[in-house]
């Protein structure tokens, strides 16, 4: 029997089809001979030792990350800051613009559509360049106050927030990625709001509940069974699109493979690892997310 997606049972990797196995085998066949070409042109012997002590060290004076895992661990941090300035304003523009039409949903258009046909490496110039000097001010004063901390306050607020003298750097590309994955995150929150059926809404005021438990305890509940699908991919972009961070110089996981390029000379074997860290990374939070699908799927009742 043909296998009929959202009707047969999910296939493991015991009933592969044969097309699965011709796919799998020209994938296969594909990277090989780009590694074979790859190696063929660069006209050298690959070192990947090389790589490692920018990965991590081992001295005199203990265990030390390298530049790669300082900047995987920058991107990381940089990509939650985001994700969460994301969520907060995608989740309370979608949630408002819900079911809202006319001249009152004019502001959340506005906002999602100037955002979203904005290029993000356009946007994050205005936000460092011109948006910037609003809180530089700010910025410098709340550096100055981290400076004068305890070692170990000071060192957790580095850690949590931006390293050293990057304060400013880190705001904006917060900001900048925060605000603009936010106007997609909006549009996800609202077309999930407004597929719940309109007759979950009106037996929910037909209980006597207000408008808030409304959306609360019958809406929302049935609206996340549809947004967290592609939330999931949406965040998986955030943490792709942290590497516009590294054309205002912010040493997160790409600005750091650049200056390791700049000192080795290496271009493949670097950009493959970095792109085996990125890997990872969207990797986590696709698993992630199917984890949470799964913990949404609609129950019988037994």
Same mark, same amino acid.
């Given at each position: 029997?043909?296998?009929?997606?959202?009707?047969?049972?999910?296939?493991?990797?015991?009933r592969?089809?044969?097309?699965?196995? @011709?796919?799998?085998?020209? +994938?296969?066949?594909?990277? &090989?001979?780009? $590694?074979? #070409? *790859?190696? /063929? !042109?660069s006209?050298?012997?690959?070192?990947?030792?090389?790589?490692?002590?920018?990965?991590?060290q081992?001295?005199?004076?203990?265990?030390?990350w390298?530049?790669?895992?300082?900047?995987?661990?920058?991107?990381?941090?940089l990509?939650?800051?985001?994700?969460?300035?994301?969520?907060?304003?995608?989740?309370?523009?979608?949630?408002?613009?819900?079911?809202?039409?006319?001249?009152?949903?004019?502001?959340?258009?506005?906002?999602?559509?100037?955002?979203?046909?904005?290029?993000?490496?356009?946007?994050?110039? @205005?936000?460092?360049?011109f +948006?910037?000097?609003f809180? &530089?001010?700010? $910025?410098? #004063? *709340?550096? /100055? !106050?981290?400076?004068?901390?305890?070692?170990?306050?000071?060192d957790?607020?580095?850690l949590?927030?931006?390293p050293?003298?990057?304060?400013?750097?880190?705001a904006?590309?917060?900001?900048?990625?925060?605000?603009?994955?936010?106007?997609?995150?909006?549009?996800?929150?609202?077309?999930?709001?407004?597929?719940?059926?309109?007759?979950?809404?009106e037996?929910?005021?037909?209980?006597?509940?207000?408008?808030?438990?409304?959306?609360?305890?019958?809406?929302?509940?049935?609206?996340l069974?549809?947004?967290?699908?592609?939330?999931a991919?949406?965040?998986?972009?955030?943490?792709?699109?942290?590497?516009?961070?590294?054309?205002?110089?912010l040493?997160?996981?790409?600005?750091?493979?650049?200056?390791?390029?700049?000192?080795?000379?290496?271009?493949?074997?670097?950009?493959?690892?970095?792109?085996?860290?990125?890997?990872g990374?969207?990797?986590?939070?696709?698993r992630?997310?199917v984890?949470?699908?799964?913990?949404?799927?609609?129950?019988?009742?037994?």
């Open positions: 029997m043909s296998y009929l997606p959202g009707i047969s049972p999910a296939r493991s990797w015991r592969l089809t044969r097309g699965d196995i @011709l796919l799998a085998a020209a +994938a296969l066949a594909v990277a &090989a001979l780009f $590694l074979f #070409r *790859a190696r /063929e !042109l006209g050298r012997h690959w070192d990947w030792n090389a790589l490692t002590p920018y990965l991590w081992r001295d005199a004076d203990g265990f030390h390298g530049m790669l895992t300082k900047g995987l661990f920058m991107t990381v941090r990509g939650l800051w985001s994700l969460a300035l994301a969520l907060a304003s995608g989740f309370l523009i979608g949630a408002l613009s819900a079911r809202v039409r006319g001249f009152a949903a004019l502001p959340a258009r506005l906002y999602v559509n100037l955002l979203r046909n904005t290029p993000p490496l356009v946007l994050l110039f @205005l936000v460092f360049f +948006a910037g000097s809180f &530089a001010e700010p $910025l410098l #004063r *709340a550096e /100055e !106050l981290v400076q004068g901390l305890p070692p170990g306050p000071r957790m607020i580095h949590l927030l931006a050293p003298g990057q304060m400013d750097r880190m904006a590309a917060i900001l900048t990625l925060g605000l603009y994955e936010g106007a997609y995150v909006a549009e996800i929150v609202r077309a999930g709001i407004e597929s719940v059926p309109r007759g979950q809404w037996a929910a005021a037909s209980q006597g509940f207000s408008p808030w438990q409304q959306r609360r305890y019958i809406i929302a509940p049935q609206a069974r549809f947004i967290l699908p592609p939330l991919g949406q965040t998986i972009s955030i943490f792709k699109e942290t590497t516009l961070a590294s054309i205002i110089s040493p997160e996981l790409t600005f750091q493979s650049l200056e390791v390029m700049a000192v080795t000379r290496m271009t493949f074997e670097l950009w493959l690892v970095t792109a085996l860290l990125y890997l990374l969207s990797l986590l939070w696709s992630l997310g984890w949470l699908e799964r913990r949404q799927k609609w129950r019988p009742v037994e």
